[in-house]
């Protein structure tokens, strides 16, 4: 039998490997297996176990010595009913009374040979956080093996606090990295000089520099903003001292100007209040810039749409009004005609709003019924040809077109916006026609000018809430910018389709399609 020196020997010999182990890999599996070897030799025993508390309170085994892995199921009564309490001031700090009665349960197993146990806690804090097992199969544990086991575990314990929590630490590290990784908003990592210790791919993407080319550069050399006229937005200081933000157009690493971006720049100090690393979030909000540009846009068109109707309705009115003037009847019917007209464009206008609003919430009600559109187009293109002079119409309908079921007023809209458009962006004097095609399963109407057509940006947008065309024609047209968006929101709620195409003379094509479904009532 060992003697307490040679136990003590035994014990400094193992906790100075321990030490090592931590040292080299603070891996906690590594640590638990040499722990365990040593446990188990310190007191000559055969094999042994580490049962380790999990944040639930319950308890697993997490190494193993001296035994085939599949045996180690069999001890899964010790880890039943683990009593959790320490004794802050008694010796032992640690019972577990019903031990012999759990291991009782298993030595019955012939093929274990294995009839003492000794459990050992391990305690940090005062909390029990695992349980060291070590069996023999010939001769009992001693209270010297207890004393020489009890005073390695409080070093085992330790060492297995610190694996745990380099273990958590390198979790939390790789949760972060996959977060930052993932962000779709632009993450720069400085030190307290500046220099870039790390960038996300976010990042990347809005500023055309890759991680390696960014490393060690000062993050000002990086994330580099403009104004809206190319002049470079200079930074306050070269390291923030506080939490800073800047608004503008990242410039490129190839000089070109980027997205509009929201930086903001957070310097990180330690307790010394020494700076230790700056921290950037760069976020693009170019959607926000340019929906409240489009705001700003559409409220002045709006504004003029409402004052131009408004004041001519007023002029006519109180011309017509004058008690000192009788006027003759073609006079009075030309100035009622006008007011007419303008108070329809105003009606039409509050009515589209209405309806964007409606889409909003998604609230667009259809009312379906048998519906011809060539009758509907027939009547729409005398309608303009009588109210707009200027344009020559024509309409290339093949005879045996059929009706479709859908809302009639919904798609008279549809058509009143599509002609209005070809109207307002085409020269007088040019012809738009009205047309449509027949397939198995839809219909497609087409409304095609001869105006200058649209842009590649302005075919992708044009379907879009409060959006206009730019050519040089359209900058003398007004409206809301909400035709063609009802439009699409129309033919879409009838399960159609709603595109446009540039033709290869001039002009451009809107065409649309139309199941020959019955469309549903919402």
């Known amino acids: 039998m060992p003697s307490w020196v040679n136990y003590q020997a035994q014990q400094w010999k193992y906790v100075l490997a321990i030490t090592r182990a931590i040292a080299t890999h603070l891996d906690l599996e590594s640590v638990l297996q040499q722990a365990l070897r040593y446990a188990v030799d310190l007191v000559q ?127 939390r590290a790789q949760e972060l990295a996959t977060v930052i990784e993932g962000s779709s908003h632009g993450i720069l990592i400085a030190g307290p000089g500046g220099h870039v210790r790390e960038i996300n791919r976010a990042l990347e993407h809005l500023t055309g520099w890759s991680s390696e080319q960014a490393h060690a550069r000062h993050y000002r050399e990086i994330v580099c903003l403009m104004d809206d006229r190319g002049a470079p937005i200079v930074f306050a200081e070269e390291t923030p001292r506080q939490v800073v933000t800047y608004d503008g157009f990242i410039r490129r690493r190839d000089g070109a100007r980027g997205a509009f971006v929201h930086t903001t720049f957070v310097p990180l100090y330690d307790q010394t209040q020494q700076l230790f690393s700056i ?110 002079e200027g344009h020559e119409w024509s309409l290339e309908f093949p005879p045996d077109f059929p009706t479709v079921r859908a809302d009639a007023e919904r798609i008279r809209e549809v058509l009143q916006n599509l002609l209005s458009n070809a109207v307002k962006y085409s020269p007088r004097g040019t012809r738009i026609t009205v047309g449509g095609w027949v397939e198995p399963e839809r219909i497609g109407v087409f409304v095609r000018d001869e105006g200058p057509g649209l842009s590649l940006d302005e075919q992708r947008r044009v379907f879009e809430r409060f959006t206009r065309g730019r050519s040089h024609i359209t900058q003398k047209t007004y409206g809301a910018g909400l035709g063609l968006y009802l439009c699409r929101a129309i033919v879409e709620q009838h399960g159609g389709k709603i595109w446009t195409e540039n033709l290869p003379e001039r002009g451009a094509v809107f065409y649309f399609t139309l199941p020959r479904t019955p469309a549903r009532a919402e």
């Open 45 to 171: 025993g055969e094999a042994g176990l580490v049962a380790l508390r999990s944040e639930a309170d319950r308890f697993h085994f997490a190494a193993s010595y001296g035994m085939e892995a599949r045996l180690v199921a069999r001890f899964t009564p010790l880890l039943n009913e683990i009593p959790l309490a320490i004794q802050r001031d008694g010796t032992p700090r640690w019972r577990f009374p019903e031990l012999a009665v759990r291991f009782a349960q298993i030595i019955d197993e012939p093929a274990l040979r294995l009839h003492y146990v000794m459990a050992i806690p391990l305690i940090t804090s005062e909390r029990l956080v695992g349980i060291i097992y070590v069996f023999r199969s010939s001769s009992a544990f001693s209270g010297l093996d207890q004393d020489a086991l009890e005073g390695f575990a409080d070093h085992v314990a330790i060492a297995i606090e610190h694996a745990q929590l380099y273990h958590a630490a390198a979790q």
């Open 279 to 388: 921290v950037g979030n760069v976020v693009d909000v170019s959607a926000l810039k340019e929906a409240d540009e489009i705001k700003t846009s559409f409220l002045a068109g709006i504004s003029h749409d409402l004052k131009t109707p408004l004041a001519l309705i007023r002029g006519y009115a109180e011309t017509l009004r004058r008690p000192d003037v009788a006027w003759d009847r073609e006079t009075i019917e030309s100035s009622l005609a006008v007011i007419q007209e303008e108070a329809e464009f105003l009606t039409n206008l509050v009515n589209a709003l209405l309806d964007a609003a409606q889409l909003g919430r998604g609230k667009l009600t259809l009312h379906p019924s048998e519906v011809s559109i060539v009758e509907l187009a027939m009547k729409m293109v005398e309608r303009f040809r009588a109210l707009q």
